[in-house]
Nanobody, 120 residues
Framework: QVQLVESGGGLVQAGGSLRLSCAAS????????MGWYRQAPGNERELVAG???????NYADSVKGRLTISRDNAKNTVYLQMNSLKPEDTAVYYC??????????????WGQGTQVTVSS
């Protein structure tokens, strides 16, 4: 069973930076897609950024130019570098990985979530 372990959340002042990490347990994983989502109180979970196995990235409009997603395939790890943070970035951040587990099968896994709080 694959497990995703997140780290790097915390409290930061507006304008500050944080770096989130998410590592998948297991070896020889064929990770098709990696992404970061967030959920603020009273809101639905939303996509923040994603990256394909080929390195193509996509971002929510609200974070473009401030947040950067990257991946280390050798370590089965995805990162989210967050700069110029704003109070509206406050949320629980979840990583997601879509892993090919069979010839035509893809399974989705989620991290446990890490709190990011940006004070004004």
């Amino acid at each position: 069973q694959v497990q995703l372990v997140e780290s790097g959340g915390g409290l930061v002042q507006a304008g500050g930076s944080l770096r989130l990490s998410c590592a998948a347990s297991g070896s020889n994983l064929n990770i098709f897609y990696m992404g970061w989502y967030r959920q603020a109180p009273g809101n639905e979970r939303e996509l923040v950024a994603g990256i394909t196995s080929g390195g193509t990235t996509n971002y929510a409009d609200s974070v473009k130019g401030r947040l950067t997603i990257s991946r280390d395939n050798a370590k089965n790890t995805v990162y989210l570098q967050m700069n110029s943070l704003k109070p509206e970035d406050t949320a629980v951040y979840y990583c997601q990985m879509v892993i090919r587990t069979g010839f035509v099968r893809l399974d989705t896994y989620w991290g446990q979530g890490t709190q990011v709080t940006v004070s004004s």
